[in-house]
């Protein structure tokens, strides 16, 4: 049995409210399908148009075997494009972010404009047709101040994404912050638990104390049902949405992903150890109100962010192999905001950075014990942990449908 058919059957027969078998987790062949299945296929958040403010502005990425380049044109029109030279494919661009007038292949200086345009290919034949060789472009979209690729030669539809989730990030103007500051750790576990992890607050009180200083561990505001129960979401909601700030809860059809506006513990205004404001400069002049909480977006399979009233944070997932995953935490202000005047940048990062490698912590002892040969599917808790329920349904599902459309296209060739 190939790995597909074995990975659609264990998908269709699981135990529904149970963590998945043990080879969706640690395997390397499972962890090529989902490569094959998610990331070179569906749209991937990767950046901030703010990192690339001006023309030949560039940031690279390695998303599994594919390195690309994100660079803004002189048109302003910001791009992707496979980092490989179209001469004998050495990386174009090195560097994880740069600038410059042209992208220039070290290897032979082969040259090509911000548009991916073969401008100069030296000593190459007289019939040489440069049209022909221009760098290969990579799916590219921005909502909200926020940049998603895809790789696959057909992307998916991204309307209903932007149609979504751009009213409840306009406010925030993240086109005209700034990162103040970013990390990325590595996690010695599957992406899917890092995901997991992620989906709920169960976990929150026995190892984020820092976090648990301003974010509630109600699970009506870390999970996915329940919200619009609540009296003091639902009044938050409402304030919110008077000041025109977009706040209910909304899950996409296909629950890959979902936008709110929830409140932080009462009083608390960012993410800091005394609950007040970071940063002095407030994020927009859009958003006319305080104590707004935290605008709760998730992508999946490659974002979560909290946007507030002073900052903003955004994660990006980045799978390595069945047992590494890349997080990338970028801290945005206003773009004028000025370190050691409007903000300290111990104070704006110390809450995420210590509740980060707390996470670190927790997936890789997660990913350890299901390494053991013991390991066997757990319950979920229904009351906790709905979230993480709510992300594996989705797993299961995309990959079900994507794995059964895969066959149907093989059986009609056949």
């Known amino acids: 049995m190939d790995i597909s058919t074995n990975v659609l059957r264990q998908l269709k027969n699981r135990r529904q409210g149970f963590s998945l078998e043990q080879p969706f987790y640690i395997d390397q062949d499972y962890f090529k399908l989902d490569m094959e299945m998610i990331y070179y296929r569906d749209w991937l958040f990767i950046g901030h148009d703010c990192e690339v403010p001006r023309a030949g502005n560039y940031f690279t990425v390695q998303i599994g075997d594919y390195p690309v380049i994100i660079v803004r044109g002189r048109d302003q029109v910001i791009r992707a494009f496979h ?163 977009p706040s209910e809860f909304k899950l996409s059809p296909d629950g890959q992903f979902r936008t709110t506006r929830m409140p932080l513990i009462e009083g608390a205004e960012s993410y800091t150890m005394s609950g007040l404001r970071a940063v002095k400069r407030a994020l927009s002049r859009d958003v006319t109100i305080n104590n707004i909480g935290t605008m709760l977006l998730f992508h999946y399979p490659t974002t979560w962010n909290h946007l507030l009233g002073d900052h903003a944070v955004s994660f990006r997932v980045l799978p390595i192999s069945a047992e590494e995953t890349a997080v990338t935490t970028k801290w945005l202000v206003h773009k004028d905001a000025v370190e050691g005047v409007d903000y300290d940048l111990e104070e704006l990062t110390h809450v995420w950075t210590e509740t980060n490698d707390q996470d670190r912590r927790i997936v890789e002892e997660n990913a350890f014990g299901i390494r053991s040969p013991a390991y066997e599917p757990g319950p979920y808790s229904e009351i906790q942990e709905g979230g993480v329920m709510q992300f594996v349904e989705w797993y299961t599902n995309f990959m079900i449908n994507r794995l059964q459309g895969d066959q149907a296209k093989l059986s009609a060739v056949a």
């Open 83 to 245: 980092n490989s030279c179209r001469h004998r494919g050495s990386r174009v661009c090195a560097s994880e972010r740069g600038s410059s007038a042209k992208l220039v292949c070290p290897y032979h200086q082969w040259t090509y404009e911000l548009d991916g345009s073969l401008l100069f290919a030296r000593q190459m034949a007289e019939d040489f047709d440069k049209s022909q060789f221009s760098l290969k472009p990579v799916h590219c979209e921005s909502v909200g101040g926020y940049i998603f690729i895809c790789l696959a030669k057909d992307a998916p539809d991204f309307s209903s994404v932007r149609a979504s989730i751009a009213p409840y990030m306009a406010p925030h103007r993240i086109g005209e912050a700034k990162v103040a500051f970013q990390s990325t750790i590595i996690e010695k576990g599957n992406w899917k638990l890092v995901w997991e992890n992620n989906r709920e607050c169960y976990h929150c009180a026995a190892n984020h104390p820092e976090l648990c200083r301003t974010f509630p561990e109600n699970p009506t505001i870390s999970g996915v049902q329940g919200a619009i129960s609540d009296p003091v979401i639902t009044e938050h909601w409402q304030r919110c949405e008077a000041a025109g700030l």
